[in-house]
């Protein structure tokens, strides 16, 4: 009988510094609402595959948040109190021929809970708790010479949630909208589409081209209705000297109906060392879709944390 090992895997994100956070509203993003933020968190997940294509996951994590006031930050902003929050994930994937299905559930509670912001910020007591659920469609189209077309959506959609526990774009966050990294842009509920193209020149460069459009709901920012907000990006990757590994992107906004905001862009630059020298030879040609171990989330999972 052909068994699939179980897998367990245990993470930790600890940051030394802080991070400013941004407020995005219908009005534009003001200054007297910007703080800086830390996060640290630590997480155990349980991979259970359910035969060769499906796989279930529990995740237990915990985080602790930091709030300190900037230069700017308005005398009357009431800081939210340091706390823990401490939640569970639950998620299931489908992965076979090109095809990529998942859908997740959180919830969590914050340790410490108690009236913040400027004066009139809407607070419920009953907001101490706070669920996110999300899906995700992807459907990879491999073409001769080392091409690929994707295309996929995620969607989004919250309860109880406040500035920090919102779902937020960027490259970095919860919903990739490239371009709009420290946009402050929170949300509460959404959808963002994606499409990519990838290519290869020789053996040692890949290219991926991408567009998104995401459309996005958020009350208490924004007001009733959805925005909608469009941005694109290049991503090279490349075989370097002395062992490495390097990546490039460039991202742009290209639009927004929110004020301020679409236009912007910023470009990231990562490079990898290891202790052998990557393969320059062409990979084989993907299985027959097989789910991967528990490494790196998915496009818009809820673990990249706004």
């Known amino acids: 009988m052909d ?28 200054s ?38 900037r230069d700017k930050t308005d005398d009357s902003f009431v800081l939210p109190r340091n706390t823990t929050e401490g939640g569970l994930l639950l998620r299931l994937e489908y992965s076979r021929s090109g095809y990529l299905v998942s859908a997740w559930g959180e919830g969590a509670r914050r340790a410490s ?12 007591p009953d907001d101490q708790d706070y669920t996110r659920l999300g899906m995700a469609f992807a459907k990879s189209f491999f073409l ?8 996929g959506f995620s969607g989004f959609e919250g309860r109880g949630l406040d500035r920090f526990s919102r779902f937020e774009l ?22 963002v589409t ?30 009733p209705g959805y925005e909608r907000v469009v941005g694109a990006g290049l991503g090279v990757q490349f ?16 639009s927004s109906t929110i004020a301020d ?16 020298r990557w393969s320059r030879r062409k990979s084989p040609p993907p299985g027959p879709g097989a789910l991967p171990g528990p490494g790196p989330s998915l496009p818009g999972d809820p673990l990249e944390r706004p």
Request: aromatic share 12%.
């Open 32 to 69: 007297r609402d910007e703080l800086d933020l830390l996060r640290e968190t630590v997480k155990a997940t349980l991979a259970i595959p359910l035969g060769h294509f499906t796989r279930l996951s529990l995740e237990a994590a915990a985080h602790y948040v930091n709030f300190a006031p």
């Open 170 to 191: 960027g490259d970095f966050r919860s919903a990739r909208v490239r371009g709009f990294n420290g946009s402050g842009i929170h949300f509460d509920r959404g959808l």
């Open 3 to 30: 068994r699939r090992p179980w897998a367990l895997s245990l993470e930790a994100s600890l940051n030394a510094l802080r991070r400013k956070d941004r407020l995005a509203t219908d009005t534009g993003t003001r």
């Open 194 to 223: 994606e499409s990519t193209y990838s290519f290869t020149l020789g053996d040692d460069l890949r290219f991926d081209l991408s567009l998104e459009t995401g459309w996005i709901q958020g009350d208490e920012d924004f007001g």
């Open 239 to 254: 075989s370097g000297p002395w062992s490495t590994l390097g990546t490039v992107r460039l991202s742009r906004g290209l």
């Open 144 to 151: 001769e010479d080392q091409r690929k077309i994707s295309l």
């Open 113 to 124: 809970w108690r009236p913040w912001g400027t004066p009139g910020t809407p607070f419920s």
């Open 261 to 276: 905001k679409g236009g912007g862009g910023d470009v990231r630059v990562v490079f990898f060392r290891t202790f052998d």
